[in-house]
């Protein structure tokens, strides 16, 4: 359960870091799983150059087009995966910060992240709500690493507080990534801080957070399993790609 003083972080930061929340023998059963499905090409899966990104493969077809960036649909992918992100160790939490009714949303993220070396790509400044459907901004992500996370190797930036924001449209590009070259951005960037993990690790974040991870500048890949979650009074908008799947009760 979380303290009073966590409950506290997560209101005024909009992300909180929970220490070794997963056993090394689950994360290793996890990434076994996943490289055995990668392998395979199990679909569905984003590849690299799905992505567009600066630095991304043009396409496919292209050398390292078919870097994958995530295992899509993770919850229906394994009995495992469905359990972690609706067992304990993460519904108390997150039933703490939603209220009862919390649902998963299969819709966002359900996936494992897998930032490859050298075709893996940056990823700009951005918030997870500026391309969901919901009646509020205020989901909550659950990020759990199945390997370190450094700098070196692409952990997330967090630009802490920024979930409170009212950020102007001009401030963003046509995609809604935080524009780093205009100077109203600059203090707001300047505040950026790593969230290195450790193994184990669970990193909480609100969906109106500015975040941002830098490109894989190592030799091995790095994992993690990502799922969202939402309140009992916050469904997603009818017909949108938020509401595509069904929602799974905590």
Known sequence: MLSTQQLQEFAEQGFLVLRQQASPAFCQEVLQFTEQQLAAHAQPIEYEADTRYPGAPA??????????????QAYARDARLAQWATGKVLAEPLLQLLGQGACLSQAHHNCIMTKQPQYSTATGWHRDSRYWNFQKAELVSAWLALRNETLENGCLLVIPASHKLDIDAGQLDQAQFLRSDLPQNQGLLAQAVPVPLQQGDVLLFHSNLFHAAGKNQTAATKFSMVFTYRAADNPARPGTRSAAYPEIAL
């Open 59 to 72: 396409s496919r077809e292209a050398e390292g087009g078919l870097t994958a960036r995530r295992l899509l």
